[in-house]
Antibody, heavy 122, light 105 residues
Framework: QVQLQESGPGLVRPSQTLSLTCTVS??????????WTWIRQHPERGLEWVGH???????HSNPSLGSRVTVSLDLSKNQFSLKLSSVTAADTAVYYC??????????????WGQGTLVSVSS | IVLTQSPATLSLFPGEGATLSCRAS??????LAWYQQKPGQAPRLLIY???TRATGIPARFSGSGSETDFTLTISSLEPEDFAVYYC????????FGGGTKVEIK
């Protein structure tokens, strides 16, 4: 079955760029039925959608994060990535990659990675 | 679109039924999902499109509602059901509710 796995540094310095990669196994990201998403969860708090990318390359990101978010695909590696620039302590969170279902109306997130904690600190 | 979940915490005995509420600040039609999250784990999709159970989800979980008011019902709590539950809508961009913690009484 399809599995997702996040990877990347667990510590990022303030003002630097957070970079994470999600490797998709057991299925291809070359699939119009799905889109590929980043969601984060601040410690002891709820969930916040960060951004997502479609197989076509179209991307969307959370307006509250402005232009700091870049989500992209690497079709050759069956991976997708997140870059979040100019980070502050407020960006400290567990980051999840997830698959979004583009077939049914809710476009729910049906498969999730295990999550990776990224701390922003000097 | 803001999703408001209530109550924040629900204290129940195993075997009891649970009713969780999710209210949207404007209509989301039927485009609402529910997730379960246990400590140290990623959320798991339970319900999408208001009432459709995801693959492998037991029948004791059911969803209902429309437009702005939605309910997740767990008919009889099993020990593994004590967790935090989130609702999520699609809208212009996805948002999640603040969560309801179902704890053992």
């Amino acid at each position: 079955q399809v599995q997702l796995q996040e990877s990347g540094p667990g510590l990022v310095r303030p003002s630097q760029t957070l970079s994470l990669t999600c490797t998709v196994s057991g299925g291809s990201i070359r699939n119009d039925d799905y889109y590929w998403t980043w969601i984060r969860q601040h410690p002891e708090r709820g969930l916040e959608w960060v951004g997502h990318v479609y197989y076509s390359g179209t991307t969307h990101s959370n307006p509250s994060l402005g232009s700091r978010v870049t989500v992209s695909l690497d079709l050759s590696k069956n991976q997708f990535s997140l870059k979040l620039s100019s980070v502050t302590a407020a960006d400290t969170a567990v980051y999840y990659c997830a698959r979004g279902d583009d077939v049914f109306g809710t476009e729910a997130f049906d498969i999730w990675g295990q999550g990776t904690l990224v701390s922003v600190s000097s | 679109i803001v999703l408001t979940q209530s109550p924040a915490t629900l204290s129940l005995f195993p075997g009891e039924g649970a009713t969780l509420s999710c209210r949207a600040s404007q209509s989301v039609r039927s485009y609402l999902a529910w997730y379960q999250q246990k400590p140290g784990q990623a959320p798991r999709l339970l319900i999408y499109d208001t009432s459709t159970r995801a693959t492998g989800i037991p029948a004791r979980f059911s969803g209902s509602g429309s437009e702005t008011d939605f309910t997740l019902t767990i008919s009889s709590l099993e020990p593994e059901d004590f967790a935090v539950y989130y609702c999520q809508q699609r809208g212009t961009w996805p948002t999640f509710g603040g969560g309801t913690k179902v704890e053992i009484k």
